[in-house]
C-alpha cells in the first residue's frame, strides 16, 4: 500500500511531468485542464494523486470546464472523495475568476460591430444559465453600447419582454438603436415562435418610433442565433 502511495504522489513523478514544474518549465498553455486542475487541487487521496481525482472530476462534467463551474460547492464535496471544502471553494473560485475575466475582456468592447461582438458582451453578462434571462443592448449612432440592461427572468421554459419597457429604456438611455437578447438554458438556439413574432413586433414598433431594432441574438451554452445574419430583420 505504501509502494502504491509512492507511485501516485505528484512529488515521485519525473519533474517534466509535475504540473508544477511543467508549467515552469513550459508555460501555462502546455498544461492540460486536468493538470491546471490538480495544481488547484495541491493533493489527491490515498491510492490517488491530485491529476487522478481531477481527471475523475472532469470526467464527472462531461470533460466540458463550463459544465464544471455549474456543479455548487456541496456537489463536488458530495461527489469526489477527498475533495473537502477548501479544495471545493479553491476550484469554484478559479472558475469564477475564469469568467470575470471574460466579463472584463466583452466591457473592454464598446463597440457592436458584428452578431458575435453583441453575443460576447451579453454571453458575459448572462447572471444564472439555468435560467432565462431578456436583455437589451442600447447603441447609440456610431454602435457603440450606450448600456446593456437586463429586463426581465424567467424560469427554464422563458421569459416576458414588455416592449413598452423596453422602448421607454432606451429613450431615457438616448439611445438610436436597440439589439434585444435572451438566453436558451436548454442550449437549443433555435428561435420559437414566440422568438418569432417579438421580433417582429419589436422590428414594426421600433421602425415607427425611428428606434430601429437591428438584431435579436439567442444565447446557447457557447453559441448563438442572429435574426440579423440569417435575413430575419
Known amino acids: 500500500m505504501e509502494e502504491n502511495k509512492q507511485q501516485n504522489s505528484i512529488r515521485l513523478w519525473a519533474e517534466d511531468d509535475r504540473p508544477r514544474e511543467k508549467l515552469l518549465l513550459k508555460g501555462r498553455h502546455a498544461l492540460s485542464d486536468a493538470e491546471l486542475i ?76 458584428t452578431s458575435k461582438d453583441a453575443f460576447e458582451y451579453l454571453k458575459s453578462r448572462i447572471g444564472d444559465p439555468t435560467h432565462e434571462e431578456f436583455w437589451i443592448l442600447i447603441l447609440n449612432r456610431a454602435n457603440g453600447i450606450r448600456a446593456g440592461l437586463l429586463i426581465s427572468e424567467g424560469g427554464f421554459s422563458g421569459t416576458v419582454a414588455d416592449p413598452k419597457k423596453i422602448f421607454q429604456i432606451a429613450l431615457e438611455h438616448k439611445g438610436t438603436a436597440i439589439i434585444l437578447g435572451h438566453n436558451h438554458p436548454s442550449g437549443n438556439v433555435k428561435p420559437s415562435e414566440a422568438d418569432i413574432y417579438l421580433t417582429r413586433k419589436m422590428k414594426e414598433a421600433g421602425n415607427i418610433m425611428d428606434l430601429p431594432v437591428i438584431d435579436h441574438i439567442i444565447i446557447g451554452e457557447e453559441n448563438y442565433f442572429s435574426f440579423a445574419d440569417e435575413g430575419l430583420m
Open 38 to 113: 490538480a495544481i488547484l487541487l495541491g493533493t489527491g487521496t490515498r491510492g490517488e494523486s491530485a491529476l487522478d481525482l481531477a481527471k475523475r472530476i472532469l470526467r464527472h462534467a462531461s470533460d466540458n470546464l463550463l459544465e464544471l463551474s455549474h456543479l455548487s460547492i456541496n456537489e463536488l464535496i458530495n461527489s469526489f472523495k477527498g475533495m473537502g471544502p477548501a479544495k471545493a471553494i479553491t476550484l469554484m473560485a478559479a472558475l469564477e475568476l475564469g469568467n470575470r475575466k471574460r466579463i472584463s475582456e466583452a466591457l473592454r468592447r464598446d463597440k457592436v460591430s
